[in-house]
């Protein structure tokens, strides 16, 4: 009963302690994703968080002053005077109201009071304006309208595609043949070609950048989508043919007896029996190879360049960053259209992937 009380109780600290780190990462991603909907001046005005029911200061009605009011001069509203900067952050009436411009250069102010809220005005506008690069008007807290546009992320996210799928089918199939091999072939120094492979996955791949971009300049690869096709095959190699070798090297050597008995060449075998036996382990790394091909940035921007036709979301979203620090609606439209794709892949494949992370733990 201890035993079993305290396997119990281990259980649900654990559960506990993956609940508050999916909690600790489900909040800001919530709360960007919720922003990306949000107009602009809402999200200059408010958090995100205000969607759900808050206490907040509600308009209850408005003040028109005269058009000829001087900001300049102590402005009267209702018997008592005020200076413009207080009614810009706001200011409390005698008789416990808040006063705050609601159009200054229409000199209308808000007389608000306290009670329950809730921001409920959503548009699609910021997806258009990033994917399209349409223009859009933002108003000011101070009432001045302005015009800006957006970024077109329609082509980065056909040049993302382009890099990406390639960018995985090429290595996954390329380690599953050299994981066969290694598993189950015999051919000279094939311990030794196996245990450099290895060594690979510990040279960092920024030292190989600049050998591999002078390569690349002298064939005319540099700047083209089959040059950084092969960069990502070559450094996501290494990681996939050692992760592909764990699941095959543990798959029965009574399967491959009897194919070579009933006269199964390799191919055969590989095509008939590995690919089919290995999907779990395949999807598996492949959700790995993707996710870290879709989310580059430094390989791209060393093979590919910085050129607007071939720039990848990454790199776009960077740009974005640097030019548009403060237009948060398109930032985080954005961030979400580039993670609509791993998602996607990651939901897709997500039943392979616990069965292929365990696939070579166990030997059956």
Known sequence: ????????????????????????????????????????????????????????????????????????????????????????SGVKAPDGSRLIWENRRARTIDVQGSGWKMNTTFTIENYKGVLTGKQYKITDSDGTVKTKKGNGLSRAFLNTLTVSIPATL?????????AYAFAWLRF???KTMFVTVIMLLVVPLQVAMIPILKDYTSLGLNGTFLGVWIAHAGFGLPLATYFMYSYISQLPKDLFESAFMDGASNFTIFTRLILPLAVPSIASISIFQFLWVWNDYLVSLVFIGSQPNVQVLSMKIADMVGTRGNDWHLLTAAAFISMLMPLAVFFGLQKYFVRGLMGGSVKG
């Not at 001087?70 to 005077?81: F, S």
């Not at 090429?170 to 050299?178: E, G, S, V």
């Open 1 to 88: 009963m201890r035993r079993k009380s305290r396997r119990t109780g281990s259980k649900t600290v654990v559960n506990l302690v993956l609940a508050l780190i999916c909690l600790v990462w489900l909040v800001p991603a919530f709360g960007l994703f919720v922003s990306s909907f949000r107009p602009a001046t809402e999200i200059l005005k408010s958090g995100w968080w205000t969607v759900f029911p808050h206490k907040e200061n509600v308009t209850k009605d408005q003040i028109q002053l005269p058009k000829d009011t001087d900001l300049r001069q102590p402005i009267e509203v209702n018997g008592n005077k005020y200076s413009d900067d207080e009614l810009r």
């Open 170 to 178: 090429i290595p996954i199939l390329i380690a599953t043949f050299a």
């Open 188 to 190: 000279p120094f094939r």
